[in-house]
């Protein structure tokens, strides 16, 4: 189905030209789904040991707020982009391109944020097994959160399309 030219997906994550409002209406909606997205850790934590201190939960947060904020943002500004760019190519390289993406903005992420707590934290820093643990759960929560958004717009455009199609149909009679 082609809306004012452009195909379905492309309709699916398109990003119009903000302005600074809107922009920063985005910017924190993001920032907000990453403190959220945060919680997934400690809360798996506490799910698989329920005798975990409190004070353990919250540095578990605190090192999820920056994995997923350094992650989810920088998905937030590159997946949309390359969703739209991706339409041109057939559906195995479109895939393979939109999958790619999502796995190397999670690596870049996982890298910043491990560069960032290893600036914080200056003790013994286990930099590589920080990473592989880190990646193992991001790649995981960041599959689901791209998963989850797509079908969202996906059935949000459906909607608005069967809505305008019902008031051309009224409009008709």
């Given at each position: 189905m082609k809306?004012s030219?452009r195909t379905?997906e492309?309709?699916?994550?398109s990003?119009?030209l903000?302005?600074?409002?809107?922009?920063?209406?985005?910017?924190?909606?993001?920032?907000l789904t990453?403190?959220?997205m945060?919680?997934?850790v400690?809360?798996?934590?506490?799910?698989?040991?329920?005798?975990?201190t409190v004070r353990h939960?919250?540095t578990q947060?605190?090192?999820?707020?920056?994995?997923?904020?350094c992650?989810?943002n920088?998905?937030?500004?590159?997946?949309?982009?390359?969703?739209?760019?991706?339409?041109r190519f057939?559906?195995?390289?479109?895939?393979?391109t939109?999958?790619t993406?999502?796995v190397?903005?999670t690596t870049?992420?996982?890298l910043?944020?491990?560069?960032?707590?290893?600036?914080?934290?200056?003790?013994?820093?286990d930099?590589w097994?920080?990473?592989?643990?880190?990646?193992k759960?991001?790649?995981?929560?960041?599959?689901a959160?791209?998963?989850?958004?797509?079908?969202f717009?996906?059935y949000?455009y459906r909607?608005?399309?069967?809505?305008?199609e019902?008031?051309?149909k009224?409009?008709e009679r």
């Amino acid at each position: 189905m082609k809306a004012s030219g452009r195909t379905f997906e492309a309709e699916v994550f398109s990003l119009k030209l903000p302005m600074p409002a809107s922009m920063r209406h985005s910017l924190i909606g993001s920032v907000l789904t990453c403190c959220g997205m945060a919680l997934a850790v400690p809360l798996l934590d506490w799910t698989f040991n329920p005798h975990v201190t409190v004070r353990h939960l919250v540095t578990q947060y605190l090192y999820s707020l920056v994995y997923s904020n350094c992650i989810g943002n920088l998905q937030f500004g590159v997946v949309p982009r390359v969703w739209i760019w991706s339409e041109r190519f057939s559906a195995v390289t479109r895939w393979f391109t939109r999958v790619t993406t999502v796995v190397a903005a999670t690596t870049a992420g996982c890298l910043m944020a491990n560069a960032l707590l290893m600036a914080m934290v200056r003790g013994d820093y286990d930099f590589w097994g920080e990473f592989i643990g880190s990646f193992k759960i991001a790649i995981i929560l960041s599959a689901a959160a791209v998963s989850f958004i797509a079908t969202f717009e996906t059935y949000k455009y459906r909607l608005q399309a069967t809505a305008m199609e019902l008031k051309s149909k009224e409009l008709e009679r």
